[in-house]
């Protein structure tokens, strides 16, 4: 159980183009996901934290409207790359929390490996 | 300041030599420490929580303990299929359901 899937799992774009990344809670309720980046070996940075049908709380730093989140079901979350620049290059992971598990757990998505030309 | 420091940062380890990665944490209040395990190129594998000092986990070749300032992931009789980097989080009573990272200690065993 506690399966949380991600699409794609690579993409590669023009700068200036937008990129749509989907994050999916597969056997479980996901009252609240999470976006990290992580660049070569570093850890996670947490972007930012959604609940659904609220809008999301970004970190300091994070461009709002750069990194469009929409948490419209309690299976769903996308995270929308708007005007993608070869430094937004990095590999993004969501991971998902909520009923159905450790309430407390986050479980990670496979991630999605961004580069941007 | 909340901190999540993990030790050491690499480890090369002969297969079946024992051993132990160290997070050590400085939070005003832990409401759970979990501990994942990541593959290159992947998302953070979960593998244990832990949420009281004194308490340990264990699967398979990995035991994890907490105190109240520190946790361990004990490692027995490594393979080399336990290469990985595994990470420490906390997730602290204020501030919601967000976890703080540490960055993680790179594991290797030589075969």
């Known amino acids: 159980g506690a399966v949380v899937s991600q699409h794609p799992s690579w993409v590669i774009c023009k700068s200036g183009t937008s990129v749509k990344i989907e994050c999916r809670s597969l056997d479980f309720q996901a009252t609240t996901m999470f976006w990290y980046r992580q660049f070569p070996k570093q850890s996670l940075m947490l972007m930012a934290t959604?609940?659904?049908?609220?809008?999301?709380?970004?970190e300091q730093g994070v461009e709002k409207d750069k990194f469009l989140i929409n948490h419209a079901s309690l299976t769903l979350s996308t995270l929308t790359v708007t005007s993608a620049h070869p430094e937004d290059s990095s590999f993004y992971i969501c991971?998902?929390?909520?009923?159905?598990?450790?309430?407390?757990?986050?479980?990670f998505g496979p991630g999605t490996r961004l580069t941007v030309l | 300041e909340d901190q999540v420091t993990q030790s050491p940062e690499a480890l090369r380890l002969q297969e079946g030599e024992s051993s132990s990665l160290n997070c050590s944490y400085t939070v005003s209040g832990l409401r759970g420490l979990f501990w994942y395990r990541q593959d290159p190129g992947k998302g953070p594998e979960f593998l244990f929580t832990?949420?009281?000092a004194g308490e340990e986990k264990e699967k398979e070749r990995l035991k994890a303990t907490l105190t109240k300032k520190e946790s361990f992931l004990h490692i027995t009789a490594p393979k080399p299929e336990d290469s990985a980097t595994y990470l420490c989080?906390?997730?602290?009573?204020?501030?919601?359901?967000?976890?703080?990272f540490g960055k993680g200690t790179r594991l290797h065993i030589l075969p």
């Open positions: 832990l949420y009281s």
């Open positions: 991971s998902a929390s909520g009923t159905g598990g450790h309430l407390d757990t986050q479980y």
């Open positions: 989080a906390v997730h602290l009573l204020r501030g919601g359901d967000k976890i703080i």
């Open positions: 959604s609940n659904e049908g609220s809008k999301a709380t970004y």
